[in-house]
Structure formats: structure tokens, C-alpha cells
């Protein structure tokens, strides 16, 4: 079975020509999955033909508006689409209370139901199962609570399993190493190159050599860095540092599909 992941926005907090807020859709097991939904994700959404149908979750990384400005507006296109199957969404306990004024003002009489499942991203933990898909939190160094995903493939024959880590905004930290081990295809920001490497600390971010590092000691088989902050103009420039570190290394692209 062929896994793909779509990229809808690489880019940091400050949109550019180049690029979108964050986002990305998991195609896995015939059902999507949603990650991170920053503004304008919908309109990427459609431009690349997926499946509102097949869409049943998305999961938020943390709530930073980069990552989640795009939830309202894509909610109540699905209803104006006529959605009718419910829609879940995995985020920190303040995404409910956040989303639901603006639900109930501006999407009064939805077609379907939307359904908060809170999540503590402190915690390594399973926040989805069923008979194909589990999917498992990264807690994550950043300025809010923040975890990444890390989607795992079931098979009832002795095929290999297939894994996919999403990380997120955060610092270097090693402490994910023991947790993404040996993922097929590891999704890391890399938000700096080298020459900004010491606004790392105050942003609570990585560069891509420090992305690269986190795949390296993970034994992982694939590196995409994303996240691209806006200083940067040529993104070679983040490849080329990544590389350098671990070279089965690519660039996330906005309104590209990778295989898993």
C-alpha cells in the first residue's frame, strides 16, 4: 500500500511568496490525516485534488496561529462542501475553548459535528488507534506546550512497519531520539541556517544542521526539513547544511507529495 505525505505550508510564522504557514495532509491505510493547519491551508487543500471524504483527523501541534489559524475557515468550507461524517481534532485542552466562539458565530448549523479531543503534549502517548493506524505524541522544546506525531502503520501479515515522525516547533533536544528511532521518514523543523544559529535560544528553534543531527543519531532512512523562516531567501542553503550532517536529506515544498 502506497503512504504519501502532502505538504500544503513549509513556512514559519511570517508568510512569504515562498511559502505557507505549516501544514500537512498523511495519506496511510486509505484514510488522511491532517497535521498542523496554518492560515489558507484549505485553499492548498483543493489546489491538490485531496479527498475532503477520506479526511477524518487533524492533529495540532501546538497553537501558535501559524499552526492553527487555518482551522476555522477550513471547517466551514467542509460544511458549505456538505461534510456530513464527523471531524476530529487532537490539540491541547485550550483548542476547544478557543475555536468555540468563533464556531458557533460563524459556522451556526454545520452539516457535521466537530469533535475536540484533548491531548497533553508534556506526554508520550497514544491519542489514536484503530485496527490500522496508531499515533503517538512527541513532546517537543518550544515557547508553548508543543508535541510532534508519530503515525505508525499496522500490518496483520509480517510486512515491515511503516512509521512517520511529524516534529514541530522546538529546540534541539535528543530526548525525542529514543522515540522516533528508526522512522522511515522523520519531518524535523530546520526554521535557521548556521548564520542565525544563535536565535535559537531565544525563538526555541533548530537549524537544519541541528535537524539533521536529530536524524543522524536516530538511525532514521529519511530527513524533510520545512519550516523556513522568512530571513532566509535561498532555501539551498538549508538543504546544503542538512546534507552535509545527513545526506538523504530533502526539501519540503510547498504542493509536493512525498512517499512514506
Request: net charge negative; aromatic share 10%.
Amino acid at each position: 500500500m502506497n503512504n504519501e505525505l502532502h505538504i500544503l505550508g513549509c513556512g514559519s510564522a511570517l508568510p512569504t511568496f515562498q511559502n505557507s504557514p505549516a501544514c500537512q495532509v498523511l495519506e496511510i491505510c486509505d484514510k488522511s490525516f491532517m497535521i498542523d493547519c496554518g492560515e489558507g491551508s484549505q485553499i492548498w487543500f483543493r489546489r491538490m485534488a485531496l479527498k475532503t471524504a477520506r479526511l477524518y483527523s487533524i492533529f495540532i501541534s501546538h497553537l501558535h496561529g501559524d499552526h492553527c489559524f487555518g482551522l476555522v475557515g477550513l471547517i466551514s468550507t467542509f460544511s458549505m462542501m456538505g461534510r456530513t461524517q464527523p471531524l476530529h481534532i487532537y490539540a491541547h485542552k485550550d483548542m476547544e475553548q478557543l475555536m468555540m466562539p468563533w464556531l458557533n458565530y460563524h459556522c451556526e448549523g454545520m452539516s457535521y459535528e466537530v469533535i475536540f479531543h484533548p491531548i497533553d503534549p508534556r506526554k508520550s502517548e497514544v491519542i489514536f488507534e484503530d485496527r490500522t493506524v496508531t499515533v503517538t505524541t512527541i513532546p517537543l522544546k518550544h515557547k508553548v506546550p508543543t508535541c510532534g506525531f508519530l503515525f505508525t502503520e499496522h500490518h496483520r501479515d509480517q510486512e515491515p512497519v511503516k512509521r512517520y515522525a511529524y516534529c514541530s516547533d522546538t529546540q534541539y533536544t535528543e530526548k525525542i531520539v529514543p522515540i522516533i528511532e528508526g522512522v522511515k521518514v522523520l519531518y524535523h523543523e530546520s526554521t535557521y541556517i548556521e548564520q542565525y544559529a544563535d536565535r535559537c535560544k531565544g525563538t526555541m528553534h533548530s537549524t537544519a544542521a541541528q535537524a539533521a543531527t536529530i536524524a543522524k543519531k536516530a538511525n532514521v532512512e529519511q530527513l524533510i526539513i520545512g519550516h523556513y523562516s522568512a530571513r532566509v531567501d535561498n532555501h539551498k542553503l538549508f538543504l546544503e547544511e542538512a546534507q552535509a550532517v545527513f545526506p538523504n536529506t530533502v526539501m519540503a515544498e510547498e504542493c509536493q507529495t512525498y512517499g512514506i
